[in-house]
């Protein structure tokens, strides 16, 4: 009996270990599935997904439908109509003669209506969608470009934050080393046991900075996945390494990018296609002044019935004798409109104005951003250059001053202030390398230049 209750807790326990191994499995898949996203993906996710993009090919699609309908303009319209009457009561079927009588009335029509002329209102109001069309195409493009500059500034504030945090950790490491070495010189007697808590305090504000540095890490990560419009729930992102950058990748001047922006930036043939549009709305206001022309054809035929009649016509047979075919030329001459064609076209061209000025400004904030972006990108580089240098100096100064203090001629407390300005000097270098890579980065946007390289 024991040995039956042996074999079945064995049994049991294999089953609860491969239930075990199950889990942990799956617990294994499911984080070696954790997506990693690359900065190409990051884009390409968002100029997909993103709702402001989405409504901008809405609007494209809209454009189209009303293209169709501009075309519809030019052809005929047809209609058919059928009706069908009962009269009852008294009436008057001859002279001093009345009487009760109950009649049924069939009516089939059938017509066809061609605007012949309308004052080029048709042909203006199909260029008119036309252009609306590129005009909504090139908004969509602004945006998308807009979107684009936008995830890569989130992403390159994702790795900025994270160099930050190992530079952070790297700091711990050495002070988890000082304060051992510390820990052995007091023990042979070379310095004081207070230097050990100097050591501590100073472990301690390193991992602080830790904290600090993962939870700025964090809500890098949280803004850019905010974006791309994902859950932040495991989302994360490809560390890549941003080279050290040089002067090689700073432009000797402004006017290759501001002459390039102003022949292509999406935003400046926005401001031209509205001067077009509105050049075209004045044309079609104009047209109310001209006289308009249709042609239409209507065909019809009837059947009647009475109770006053014993000899009326089987029904086809009315249908067939009452057909009946009409053929109308209208034409429609304006002579006073109370003075709403003059209004229209006198508004359609302080609408043509509005619309020359809109460029004008669109141009002058155009110049105003890049010679801000420029100026900022000069200013970037320097502050790189300067911290660059800036390092290697307190880099000498502080392997001096280590040099110093582990043969007990440097304080701790002189050398954790050679250590705070290493610091500073590291944390300088690496704000100042992203800024000047993100503001590059902006003069490329207005180059037309790829983002993602």
Same mark, same amino acid.
């Given at each position: 009996?024991?040995?039956?209750?042996?074999?079945?807790?064995t049994?049991?326990?294999?089953?609860?270990?491969? &239930?075990?191994l199950a889990?942990l499995c &799956?617990s294994?898949?499911?984080? *070696?599935?954790e997506k990693?996203?690359t900065?190409?993906e990051c884009?390409?996710?968002?100029?997909e $997904?993103?709702?402001?993009i989405k409504q901008?090919e809405n609007?494209?699609?809209?454009?189209d439908q009303?293209?169709i309908?501009?075309?519809?303009?030019?052809?005929?319209?047809?209609?058919a109509?059928?009706s069908? !009457?009962?009269s009852?009561?008294?009436?008057l079927v001859?002279? !001093?003669?009345f009487?009760?009588r109950t009649? $049924?009335?069939t009516?089939?029509? @059938?017509s066809?209506s061609?605007t012949?002329? =309308? !004052?080029?209102?048709?042909l203006?109001?199909?260029?008119?969608a036309l252009l609306n069309?590129?005009?909504n195409g090139l908004?969509l493009?602004?945006i998308k470009?807009?979107?684009?500059?936008? +995830?890569?500034?989130?992403?390159?504030?994702v790795?900025f934050n994270k160099?930050?945090?190992?530079?952070?950790?790297?700091q711990?490491?050495?002070?988890e080393?000082?304060?051992?070495?510390v820990?052995?010189?007091?023990?042979a007697g070379?310095?004081?046991?207070?230097? &050990?808590?100097d #050591?501590?305090?100073?472990l301690?504000?390193?991992?602080?900075?830790v904290?600090? #540095?993962?939870?700025?890490?964090n809500?890098?990560?949280?803004s850019?996945?905010q974006?791309?419009?994902?859950?932040?729930?495991?989302?994360?992102?490809e560390?890549i390494d941003?080279?050290?950058?040089?002067e090689a990748?700073?432009?000797?001047?402004?006017?290759?990018?501001?002459?390039?922006?102003?022949?292509?930036r999406?935003?400046i043939?926005?401001a031209e296609? =509205?001067?077009?549009?509105?050049?075209?709305n004045?044309?079609i *206001?104009?047209?109310?002044y001209?006289p308009s022309a *249709?042609?239409?054809? !209507?065909?019809?035929?009837?059947a009647?019935?009475?109770n006053?009649?014993? =000899?009326?016509?089987a029904f086809?047979?009315q249908?067939n004798?009452?057909?009946g075919?009409?053929?109308?030329?209208?034409?429609?001459?304006?002579?006073?409109?109370?003075?709403? =064609?003059k209004?229209?076209v006198?508004?359609?061209?302080?609408?043509?104005?509005?619309?020359?000025?809109?460029?004008?400004?669109?141009?002058?904030d155009l110049?105003?951003n890049?010679?801000?972006a420029?100026?900022?990108a000069q200013?970037?580089?320097?502050?790189?250059l #300067?911290?660059?240098?800036? @390092?290697?100096?307190?880099?000498?100064?502080?392997?001096n *001053?280590?040099?110093?203090?582990?043969?007990?001629?440097?304080?701790?407390?002189?050398?954790e202030q050679a250590? +705070?300005?290493?610091?500073?000097?590291e944390?300088?270098?690496?704000?100042?390398?992203?800024d000047?890579?993100?503001?590059t980065k902006?003069?490329?946007f207005?180059?037309?230049?790829?983002?993602i390289?």
């Open positions: 009996m024991r040995t039956k209750m042996k074999i079945k807790n049994k049991l326990q294999g089953f609860k270990s491969l &239930i075990v889990i &799956i294994v898949s499911s984080f *070696s599935q990693i996203w900065l190409q884009v390409n996710h968002a100029l $997904h993103n709702i402001t901008a609007s494209l699609l809209t454009s009303d293209i309908a501009a075309k519809g303009q030019f052809l005929p319209s047809l209609s109509s059928t069908q !009457g009962l009852l009561g008294t009436s001859a002279e !001093g003669i009487a009760n009649s $049924h009335s009516n089939v029509g @059938l066809v061609q012949v002329f =309308n !004052g080029f209102r048709n203006n109001n199909k260029k008119s069309r590129e005009t908004e493009n602004r470009d807009d979107i684009s500059l936008n +995830v890569v500034n989130a992403y390159l504030n790795l160099e930050n945090l190992e530079t952070a950790q790297a711990i490491l050495f002070s080393k000082q304060l051992n070495q820990k052995s010189l007091v023990d070379v310095q004081p046991k207070a230097n &050990i808590y #050591a501590e305090a100073t301690s504000r390193d991992e602080q900075q904290t600090l #540095a993962e939870n700025n890490f809500l890098a990560l949280l850019l996945s974006l791309l419009q994902v859950p932040y729930n495991g989302f994360n992102v560390i941003i080279d050290s950058p040089s990748v700073m432009y000797d001047s402004v006017d290759p990018v501001l002459n390039y922006a102003l022949e292509n999406n935003e043939k926005i296609k =509205n001067i077009e549009s509105a050049e075209l004045t044309e *206001s104009k047209g109310g001209l *249709s042609l239409s054809y !209507g065909f019809g035929t009837n009647f019935y009475s006053l009649s014993a =000899n009326e016509e086809l047979d249908l004798n009452n057909k075919h009409s053929f109308n030329l209208g034409i429609s001459i304006p002579i006073f409109s109370r003075f709403q =064609n209004t229209n006198a508004k359609s061209k302080i609408q043509e104005d509005n619309s020359k000025l809109r460029l004008q400004q669109a141009k002058i110049e105003s890049i010679q801000r420029y100026t900022d200013a970037g580089l320097k502050a790189y #300067a911290a660059k240098k800036s @390092l290697e100096s307190q880099t000498l100064a502080f392997n *001053s280590k040099e110093r203090f582990d043969i007990g001629v440097l304080t701790n407390f002189d050398l250590r +705070v300005q290493l610091i500073n000097a944390s300088s270098l690496i704000n100042a390398k992203y000047f890579v993100f503001k902006v003069l490329d207005y180059m037309g230049k790829s983002l390289n």
